[in-house]
Nanobody
Framework: QVQLVESGGGLVQAGGSLRLSCEAS????????MGWYRQAPGKQRELVAVISSGGSTNGADSVKGRFTISRDNAKNAVFLQMNSLKPEDTAVYYC?????????????WGQGTQVTVSS
């Protein structure tokens, strides 16, 4: 099973930017969609943005115009550029990848990276 390694979280002031990265443990796994989710304290995990293997994207209304998702298929990597950050963006951000295994698809999660936006 593929493993995902995330990086790029941290503490930033409101209005600042961060770039999250997530890379699979091997380039030989076949991965369909990749995406980013987040979970704030006391809240359920929610979708931030997702990108298909062909490059089609979709995202939460709350981040449109501020966050951009991209991927490098050659590296099985996905990125999240976050601009104009707000305190309400504070959460643990999780990378997810839909790995093809046999005739099915298995969703794999990263370990999470903390993003804290101060006001």
């Amino acid at each position: 099973q593929v493993q995902l390694v995330e990086s790029g979280g941290g503490l930033v002031q409101a209005g600042g930017s961060l770039r999250l990265s997530c890379e699979a443990s091997s380039i030989f796994f076949i991965i369909d969609a990749m995406g980013w989710y987040r979970q704030a304290p006391g809240k359920q995990r929610e979708l931030v943005a997702v990108i298909s293997s062909g490059g089609s994207t979709n995202g939460a209304d709350s981040v449109k115009g501020r966050f951009t998702i991209s991927r490098d298929n050659a590296k099985n990597a996905v990125f999240l550029q976050m601009n104009s950050l707000k305190p309400e963006d504070t959460a643990v951000y999780y990378c997810a990848a839909d790995q093809r295994r046999g005739l099915g698809i298995v969703r794999v999660w990263g370990q999470g990276t903390q993003v804290t936006v101060s006001s």
